[in-house]
């Protein structure tokens, strides 16, 4: 079982669309959580940070549940630019040891 | 936000021959730095941590002698992949941390022949 899945899409949605990603991780251990952003052919650029009472940053909604070792991210009024891969990625304990998902692809379409 | 950098941004060889990839931090000191490799449509995998001034910590199943780094100063780490082969074609990816956060190198494409 790999360290951290993901749905491995794509998602094609228009735009204005609600669209959902799911990602679940095995190590219990795990302290850190993150969704980023990666787009073709270009290294991954960190979209949020994920903490356990949730957050949001405009139309990023991201959500933890410790119990169900489970990582939501949520994205409102998608728009054209959001067309990309997004990667769940969990650090292990005692540092920035990241373990990234396989992603997830959004195309969002006119 | 803080910059890492990685030279060369693609390189093209011929089997057999060692590459030698690098990666700096511009603006800060990085005491740590990893490196993963990405092969097309899939994520990336971590294959080791660069440690300043001792020896890196690799993930299990990537050979060491065959990916030797080098982190000879806080702000450089080299990744050198010796004798390579057409399998080793892929796109290579180090990162630094500053500030509780993690910055991405440009990524290496290399291609072996």
């Known amino acids: 079982r790999k360290e951290v899945e993901q749905d491995p899409g794509p998602f094609n949605v228009p735009e204005g669309a609600t669209v959902a990603f799911n990602c679940t991780y095995s190590n219990s251990a795990s302290q850190s959580f993150f969704w980023y952003r990666q787009d073709c052919r270009k290294e991954p650029k960190l979209l949020m940070s994920v903490y356990s009472s949730g957050n949001e940053d405009g139309r990023f909604t991201a959500q933890l549940n410790r119990a169900s070792q489970y990582i939501s991210l949520l994205i409102r009024d998608s728009k054209l630019s959001d067309s990309a891969t997004y990667l769940c990625v969990v650090a292990r304990t005692g540092g920035f040891k990241t373990i990234f998902g396989a992603g997830t692809r959004l195309f969002v379409k006119a | 936000g803080a910059v890492v950098s990685q030279h060369p941004s693609r390189v093209i060889c011929k089997s057999g021959t060692s590459v030698k990839i690098e990666c700096r931090s511009l603006d800060f000191q990085a005491t740590t730095m990893f490196w993963y490799r990405q092969f097309p449509k899939k994520s990336l995998m971590l294959m080791a941590t660069?440690?300043?001034?001792?020896?890196?910590?690799?993930e299990q199943g990537v050979e060491k002698d065959k990916f030797l780094i080098n982190h000879a100063s806080l702000t450089l780490s080299t990744l050198t992949v010796t004798s390579a082969h057409p399998e080793d074609s892929s796109f290579y990816i180090c990162s630094a941390i500053t500030v509780g956060e993690q910055f991405f190198g440009p990524g290496t494409r290399l291609t072996v022949l």
């Open positions: 660069s440690n300043e001034g001792s020896k890196a910590t690799y």
